[in-house]
Every structure is written in C-alpha cells, then in structure tokens.
C-alpha cells in the first residue's frame, strides 16, 4: 500500500553517509577545481551548529556594491530545536582566511520545513570581499524556459558542500527537470526540480545557467527527496525522487535586486528581516 514519503532539508540532516546522498544514475560529483571559476561559493559558518551550508556571491551587470551579498536558503540559519542562528560568517570556497560577518539577512521564511517552497534567503556581508571572486547574477527562469534550454543541451550545474567536513564540488550533466504528478510540488512554480547528484550540506547551493561565458543563480538547492508516494517494501530509487531547488523569481529576485543596488543598512549589529504575505513590508525575525 502506498505510504507517505520524505521531504528533507537538504542541511538538516544527521552527519552524511554514502547512503544519504541523492545519486541519479552515475554520480558526477566532483571537487571544485579553479578552472570551474566558482571562488565565490562558499559555505555559511554559524555559532551553536557544526553544519556548514553552501552560499554563493551574487552580483549585478554593472553595480558594485560597498558590501557583498550573498545567495542561499532560509533553513541555514535555523539550527537545532529550531533556533535562529544569527552569528554566522560566510567562507568563500570554504576558506577561513577569508571570513566575513553576516550583518543583514532577509528571508522567504521562519519555518522552512512548512513552508519549503518560500526557503531562500539573501545576506549582507560586512564587506566587500576580493574582486577575484567569482560572482553570479541572479536570472528568472520558469520551468518552461529551463526545459527548453535543457532540451537544447545548455549547461546547467549544482555546487554545494560535501557533508559537514567538504569540499565543495559540483555536480555536472544535470538540471531542472519536468515535474510528475506524485510530486509534492507537482503543480508549484516557485520551485524547480532537478537531477544534480547531492547529499546533505548542498542546501544553499547555487543552481547555475552557464551561457555566454556567464554564470547564472537561477535557484538555490533546497531538499533531496519530494515524491510524495512510494510502494511499500520496495527500495529507494533516486531517480524517481528529484531534488528541489527554490527558484529565483518573485519576491526573491527583487530582495536581490534591491539589496545589490542599495547601500548597506546601518549599524554594525546583526538585523534579520521575513516576508510578509503579498507585498507587505518584510518584519523583524
């Protein structure tokens, strides 16, 4: 008989094994290598936790901003018994020489295991960090667009961080992919799913468009499992169960956009600002 199934947070798992990483078909994952021009991903440090969830840099054509913000979901910020975890620095390419401080953050969402489909988050570091790193620009893709796109072979990539020890690495050959009826979110927008190889560690992951010699954000890595159904005594197939990714669009896109183009809130101590519903002004954590 039919039985409920999982949908997991991606970076709120136990400490990995190889049996909980999201495989499908060959795993394709592999370290980060310089040539992947990817310096700007990293991973979110926080006092109270021993995860290290994956962020990215994000940047604007032309904008320079005095701070650097980054990309990645809201369950990074939430540690065990569901507290909010506000100091956290960010590690570009998992790197602690190059530490900065989290001083704002705005989020879909307080509660990402109910509201997974709003769990994305963009943060302001307290500096702008080297110029040589890598940087993506955020981009609205809808389902439509990114099946076309993968039908016409472009590359679409996941980053992320391999458990709570590392490397980064990506996962190459894949991206978003049509949606099924027993899916949980069969019919929702606002999220992708795809067929990266992942394991615990990869949320916040920056989901990648690669064209023209430009790295897109099109998404962020959010859960590993989102079948709703599966049949009892049978095994876990990953390739039945695609990994969920929030899509940049919507409120989301614009938190970017303003957030890039505007000048860094005042104060030196940590702000964190949620969603409202509709277009109502974002409210204090």
Same mark, same amino acid.
């Given at each position: $008989? *039919? ?21 499908? /078909? ?20 926080? @006092? ?11 940047? !604007? ?26 100091? +956290? ?20 969402? !307080? ?19 080297? @110029?040589?790193?890598? #940087?993506?620009? &955020?981009? $609205?893709?809808? @389902?439509?667009?990114?099946? $076309?796109? #993968? ?6 990539? !996941?980053?992320?961080?391999?458990? @709570?020890? /590392? *490397? ?27 067929? +990266?190889?992942? $394991? &615990? /560690? ?35 197939? /990953? ?14 896109? #614009? ?16 702000? +964190? ?13």
């Amino acid at each position: $008989m *039919p039985a409920a199934g999982l949908l997991l947070l991606a970076g709120l798992s136990c400490s990995p094994t190889p049996s909980s990483a999201n495989i499908f /078909g060959q795993d394709d994952r592999r370290d980060i290598a310089i040539e992947d021009a990817l310096s700007g991903v990293g991973t979110i440090v926080c @006092e109270g936790t021993t995860r290290r969830p994956t962020a990215a840099l994000v940047t !604007l054509k032309g904008v320079s901003s005095r701070a650097d913000i980054i990309a990645t979901v809201a369950h990074a910020f939430i540690g065990s018994n569901d507290r909010r975890l506000s100091a +956290c620095e960010f590690w570009p390419g998992a790197d602690p020489a190059l530490a900065a401080r989290i001083v704002y953050l705005e989020t879909g969402t !307080l509660s990402p295991e109910g509201n997974w489909h709003n769990d994305w988050a963009v943060a302001r570091l307290d500096r702008r960090l080297p @110029e040589s790193l890598s #940087r993506l620009r &955020p981009r $609205m893709l809808d @389902e439509k667009q990114a099946e $076309m796109k #993968r039908a016409r072979r472009a590359q679409f990539l !996941l980053a992320g961080h391999n458990g @709570e020890r /590392g *490397p980064l690495q990506i996962s190459e050959r894949c991206g978003p992919v049509a949606k099924a009826y027993s899916d949980l979110n069969g019919f929702d927008h606002r999220v992708f799913n795809h067929d +990266c190889d992942m $394991m &615990p /560690g990869w949320s916040g992951g920056p989901l990648i468009l690669r064209e023209d010699g430009i790295d897109y954000l099109i998404a962020v890595n959010s859960t590993e499992v989102n079948a709703i159904t599966h049949i009892s005594g049978r095994p876990y197939n /990953g390739r039945m169960n695609p990994n969920t990714a929030v899509r940049v669009d919507g409120r989301f896109h #614009r938190t970017l956009e303003r957030l890039l183009k505007s000048d860094a809130p005042g104060g030196t101590a940590f702000r +964190c600002l949620v969603a409202s519903m509709g277009d109502a002004p974002a409210l204090p954590c």
